[in-house]
């Protein structure tokens, strides 16, 4: 469904980006991962035309965005950075003004939307009295109108207090399921990410660190939660059971490993043992992981 190839850019002189290549399959839900300033949102800019690419190509369904982007963004909604509204109109004027900047605007598909996305009761209120809630979901409602095979969502969730944040995610999740929806998506917030994406790119500065499926961060290498002192001696007996540190008191060990015996061996050394407790490996560990990698 999206195509990204090899995409770089400067501002300034400076690398924004540095040969970025994924794809999207169709329904798919796929993330964008990486702190501010990595390059998330210049890339979604480039896919939707808004951004000039140095070098490289997008194609969304087979047709070039450089080439042909009216007939390539035919199939696409989104919404890319902080949605604009006519703050003195109401959410219904606001929708009839900016879909027909693009095509014909049809009522009753109109009203399906907005009762989909939970506005019906304040659509026709000025969209200067909407919480930031209501304004994403209006905005939620101009992305789907032109019935997009794909929708493009730039930091999505970004100010949303916890109820929202799931709201959306059960939203977006139910597009997939009932009409196999598209979605690409940028986050730095890595809890949803996990929870909403089948895969994930990782961006630091400006490249691509990581790819792959987030079931694959399913390590079936047993990680472990280890509180002990000294930390000396966790050290010397953890790499002795060929354990690796993740990050901070964390330790991922092989696949087999005799946890008693690893506890054992802890406290046969002089350890003074407070805590081991599994974990799951997480998307956050995968991230620390490739930007410790990548910084070094």
């Avoid at 850019?9 to 540095?18: E, S, Y």
């Avoid at 990050?247 to 087999?256: Q, T």
């Amino acid at each position: 469904m999206l195509s990204v190839k090899n995409l770089t850019k400067k501002f300034a002189g400076k690398d924004a980006l540095k040969g970025i290549s994924f794809e999207v399959s169709r329904g798919e839900i796929y993330g964008l991962l990486g702190h501010n300033g990595a390059g998330k949102s210049t890339t979604l800019g480039i896919i939707l035309s808004m951004v000039a690419a140095g070098s490289g190509e997008v194609l969304i369904g087979g047709v070039s965005v450089q080439k042909n982007p009216r007939k390539a963004l035919q199939k696409v909604g989104s919404i890319f950075e902080s949605p604009a509204f006519y703050d003195y109109m109401s959410g219904w004027e606001n929708l009839k003004v900016l879909v027909g900047l693009s095509g014909p605007f049809d009522e009753g598909k109109a009203r399906e939307v907005v009762e989909r996305v939970g506005l019906t009761k304040r659509i026709d209120s000025k969209v200067s009295a909407y919480s930031h809630g209501m304004r994403q979901r209006l905005a939620l409602a101009q992305a789907l109108l032109p019935e997009p095979e794909i929708l493009l969502l730039d930091e999505p969730t970004d100010g949303l207090d916890p109820e929202g944040i799931k709201w959306f995610r059960d939203f977006v999740l139910g597009l997939r399921e009932e009409r196999g929806m598209t979605v690409l998506f940028n986050s730095h917030l890595l809890s949803e990410v996990e929870q909403m994406c089948d895969r994930v790119s990782i961006i630091r500065a400006g490249e691509l660190v990581y790819e792959g499926a987030v079931n694959d961060l399913r390590d079936d290498r047993p990680t472990l939660k280890i509180t002990a002192t000294p930390s000396e001696v966790l050290t010397e007996v953890a790499v002795r059971f060929q354990g690796e540190q993740m990050s901070g008191d964390r330790w991922v060990f092989p696949e087999g490993t005799a946890i008693p015996e690893l506890i054992r061996s802890l406290v046969e050394a002089g350890a003074e043992v407070e805590e081991v407790t599994p974990v799951r490996r997480s998307l956050e560990d995968v991230y620390l992981e490739h930007s410790s990698l990548s910084s070094s």
